[in-house]
Structures are given as structure tokens and as C-alpha cells.
């Protein structure tokens, strides 16, 4: 569909009309926008349905959430996580600990909440404080529990292709790539950040999906040169509209991750993504906005998550999960 819309700019007859595409005054066409916040809903509606269908079998998921001092966004995350959590049939298990927390406190915390039949997703809220080993406390949790997919476990499994549990941010995005491309074969897709959490998973998504994948950093040379080929561009960079519309290849799939606060000129903040909105908007095939994103999106596969460990877990690990 999104394809398209970019062969019509280049001069070809057919326009799909299932999507809304915008013809603007200056014969640009404009994207299609990528509702996160209607994907996400219809996904944890389907994560509440599933649970629903275990409680007969007397399973409900749980999931415990691990929150370190008082960082006011870690705070409002969590909030969402909890009130999602419930609202999909998700049983939450909170734990709010005092910012002088030590990491054997935390290592110790997260075995008994291994050894806890009822918790079958553990979520240890990062960043942890400064003096904590985050990456020891991530490791401690089982890898069966481990709803974030950070575990090196999880981690190596995705890279192998075997079952994982994948972390939520990139499996957010894959969804909502998917929504609008339905074959990736052969796409070029470019993943720009090389984060363990976004950017590592969601190149090793995209290869699975059998695209050509490319992952740029900070010290990659002639950006704007590697966006012109991209088809797919998966922007994960945290910087506020780094990635400017003129770069983008046009009709290609835009996903930003990015989630920047920044002074909206008078005085008060707004949030931003990585790529340049405005201009890139006239050029992609589809992009997701900032907000109502990629952003809701992460929540919902957190949830997908959770049932998905209680299922393993409970029934066995040929269970029958639920998909994206
Ligand atoms: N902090 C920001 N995003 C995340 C996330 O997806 N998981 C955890 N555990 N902490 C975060």
C-alpha cells in the first residue's frame, strides 16, 4: 500500500485507496500516518481476551514490577504499566524501593521473585541509581521471567532465531511496520542506534524478516546517504528531530522511537521524536508520529509478554501462545 503511494510519485497510474492518502497543495503526497495508539489498543484487547480464556484453567498472569528511588518518569511508566496490566486481566506485584537500595538487596528481591509461582513476569524498571550493577540485577532474573527480553539469554536466542522473548520497543515497532508492509523480503531497512534495548533487537527483527539490514551509530559516516536507500528506517537515536525529512527515501516506512522532551518556545515542554516530523511527513510512504507512536506500543507487547511467560510457564513450553 505504502508502495504504492511512493510508485505514484514516480509517475505510475495505480494509487491503492484502502489507505487515506493526502494529495497536499504542492503535489507532494503526504503519508500515511501510523495510529500506535489504535494498534496498541487492539492488541491489548486481544492480550485481555487471552487471559480471560485462562481463567477457567485457573492461570492468571503476574507480573512484578520493580521500581528504584523516585525518578518521575520511571514513576509515570510504571504507573501505565500496572494500570494497563490490570485493566488486560494481568495480576501486578509492586515493589517501590528506596533509592539507597544496594545490588544485593535488588539480586535478592528478584530470586524470591523468581522462586514465586504467582509472578511470571519480572520488570526491574530502568535506569536503576547510579551505584547500582544494573547489568548484575538483569541477569539474576530467570530468563522464562524476563517480560522485557533484556536477558542475555533472551538475547542470544533472538540472535540464533530460536524462540525469545523479544524485547518490547522493537517488537512494538515490527508490529507496526508490519501494519503497513505486509512483505519484507528484500526491503533495506536501516536501524539507526545500537542499543541493546531498541536498536540491537530490532536489526535482528528485521533480518528475520528477511530484510537487508543496516544499523548506524554514532560514528557512522555519510548518514543521509544510508536514509536515501532506506525503504525501512527505524530511527532510535535520543536525539530530538536528528533525522531530517529530506533524507528519507521516498514512500519509505518511518519509525521513531525517539521520545524527546524539549521547550516548545514558550516555556513549556512538548515531546518529539528523533526524526524531523514536518518535513519528513511530505516525504515517507508511512511514519509513525511522536506522540501516539511507537510509545503506546511498547506497554501493549509488555502485556503480550506476560501472558505469554504464564503460558510457557504453566502449560509447558509447546503451549499455544498468543501472536503478533
Ligand atoms: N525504562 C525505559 N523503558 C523501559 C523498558 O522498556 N523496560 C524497563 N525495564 N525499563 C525501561
Known sequence: MVESASQNLRGRITIATS???????????????????????????????????????????GLAVVLVGEDP????????????????????????????????????????????????????????????????????????????GFHAMNAGRLALGEPATVPCTPLGCLILIREVMSDMAGKRALVIGRSNIV??????????NDC?????????????????????????????????????????????????RIDDGSGKSKVVGDVDYATAVTRAGAITPVPGGVGPMTIACLLLNTVNAAIRQRLGTNAETLRI
Not at 536498536?199 to 528475520?208: E, N, R, Y
Open 212 to 260: 537487508t539490514v543496516t544499523i548506524a551509530h554514532s560514528k557512522t559516516r555519510d548518514l543521509p546517504a544510508l536514509c536515501a536507500e532506506a525503504e525501512i528506517l527505524v530511527a532510535a537515536v535520543g536525539r530530538p528531530r536528528s533525522i531530517e525529512g529530506g533524507w528519507i527515501r521516498p514512500g519509505a516506512v518511518v519509525i521513531d522511537v525517539g521520545i524527546n
Open 73 to 148: 518518569a520511571s514513576q509515570i511508566y510504571v504507573g501505565s504499566k500496572t494500570r494497563q496490566a490490570t485493566e488486560a486481566g494481568i495480576r501486578h506485584f509492586d515493589h517501590r524501593l528506596p533509592a539507597t537500595t544496594s545490588t544485593a538487596e535488588l539480586i535478592a528481591l528478584v530470586r524470591n521473585l523468581n522462586a514465586n509461582p504467582e509472578v511470571h513476569g519480572i520488570l526491574v524498571q530502568l535506569p536503576l541509581p547510579a551505584g547500582v550493577d544494573s547489568a548484575a540485577v538483569l541477569a539474576t532474573i530467570d530468563p522464562e521471567k524476563d517480560v522485557d
Open 19 to 61: 489507505q487515506p492518502i493526502v494529495f497536499c497543495k504542492d503535489i507532494h503526497l503526504s503519508a500515511h500516518i501510523i495510529d500506535g495508539r489504535a494498534a496498541a489498543e487492539r492488541l491489548r484487547r486481544r492480550v485481555a481476551e487471552h487471559t480471560a480464556g485462562l481463567k477457567p484453567q485457573g492461570l492468571i498472569p
Open 199 to 208: 536498536g540491537k533487537p530490532m536489526a535482528q527483527l528485521l533480518l528475520q
